[in-house]
């Protein structure tokens, strides 16, 4: 198995390598060494991508998509993903539970416009830093805002929404 994590952030060039190894010919062409791998038969390709991350700039085009099958995946419910958050950063129910409602609320405002919203890294980070004995706003600032975006509307729409959870 071949796993290749974000191949949405590869050059063109280099996803187009891939081409002949996703379809039936299942083969990788390395021109520099004028050599032909052929993939055996239990061979997997499995490659994983956020679809319409930055507004399309950087989405895989049709033709490398086809050559695939989709799994779509969400957030885990919002308990599930306190559990995650509590036993990756060995923090408080308390604390997950505020940071995840702080990051289920973020991801529906789309007014905010964000390229990317806040992930569950982003809430382990911020967990992890509250546990260290950082203040909570302060944490969710440096691990949460800051990271999301530099726009000075929008820091201080999520520096909002910060202070209503904490």
Same mark, same amino acid.
């Given at each position: 198995? /071949?796993?290749?994590?974000?191949?949405?952030?590869?050059?063109?060039?280099?996803?187009?390598?891939?081409?002949?190894?996703?379809?039936?010919?299942?083969?990788?062409?390395?021109?520099?060494?004028?050599?032909?791998?052929?993939?055996?038969?239990?061979?997997?390709?499995?490659?994983?991508?956020?679809?319409?991350?930055?507004?399309?700039?950087k989405d895989l085009k049709p033709s490398t998509r086809q050559r695939f099958v989709g799994i779509a995946m969400d957030y885990p419910p919002a308990a599930v993903e306190e559990e995650v958050v509590r036993v990756e950063a060995g923090c408080e129910n308390g604390a997950a539970k505020r940071l995840v409602a702080l990051a289920?609320?973020?991801?529906?405002?789309?007014? /905010?416009?964000? &390229?990317?919203?806040?992930?569950?890294?982003?809430?382990?980070?911020?967990?992890? /830093?509250?546990?260290?004995?950082? &203040?909570?706003?302060?944490?969710?600032?440096?691990?949460?805002?800051?990271? /999301?975006?530099?726009?000075?509307?929008?820091?201080?729409?999520?520096?909002?929404?910060?202070?209503?959870?904490?």
């Amino acid at each position: 198995m /071949l796993y290749l994590d974000e191949v949405a952030e590869a050059r063109e060039d280099v996803i187009v390598v891939l081409h002949p190894l996703a379809d039936h010919r299942r083969e990788l062409l390395i021109d520099r060494r004028d050599e032909r791998l052929v993939a055996p038969a239990g061979f997997q390709l499995v490659v994983s991508f956020n679809p319409g991350y930055r507004k399309g700039l950087k989405d895989l085009k049709p033709s490398t998509r086809q050559r695939f099958v989709g799994i779509a995946m969400d957030y885990p419910p919002a308990a599930v993903e306190e559990e995650v958050v509590r036993v990756e950063a060995g923090c408080e129910n308390g604390a997950a539970k505020r940071l995840v409602a702080l990051a289920r609320k973020v991801r529906t405002l789309d007014e /905010l416009a964000l &390229p990317e919203t806040v992930s569950t890294r982003l809430l382990v980070a911020a967990a992890r /830093l509250i546990r260290s004995g950082l &203040p909570a706003r302060t944490a969710c600032d440096v691990a949460v805002v800051q990271p /999301l975006t530099d726009d000075p509307d929008t820091v201080r729409a999520l520096r909002d929404l910060v202070s209503l959870a904490f």
